[in-house]
C-alpha cells in the first residue's frame, strides 16, 4: 500500500511540474507575440521583431515566437 501512495504522489508531483512547465511557456510566448509588429511591403505582411538590447529580425510569426522565446527576449 504504502509503495502506492508513493508512486501516486510522484506522479501527481511530475504532472503539476508539466503543468507549471506549460504555463510558463504560453506566458513566454504570449509575451513574444505582443513583441512582435507588422510591416507592409510590396503588398505583403512582414513580421519582424527587435528586441530591446537585440538585433532588428524579420520573419514568420512562428519562426520569431521561437527566436524571442530561445534567446529569453520574452
Request: with cysteine; charged share 35%; aromatic share 10%.
Amino acid at each position: 500500500m504504502q509503495i502506492d501512495q508513493q508512486l501516486d504522489a510522484r506522479q501527481t508531483r511530475r504532472m503539476k511540474s508539466e503543468r507549471r512547465f506549460l504555463e510558463r511557456m504560453e506566458r513566454r510566448e504570449l509575451a513574444a507575440e505582443a513583441m512582435i509588429g507588422e510591416l507592409c511591403r510590396e503588398g505583403r505582411t512582414v513580421f519582424y521583431a527587435w528586441p530591446q538590447g537585440g538585433k532588428y529580425r524579420e520573419g514568420s510569426r512562428g519562426e520569431l515566437v521561437s527566436f524571442l522565446t530561445r534567446n529569453r527576449y520574452a
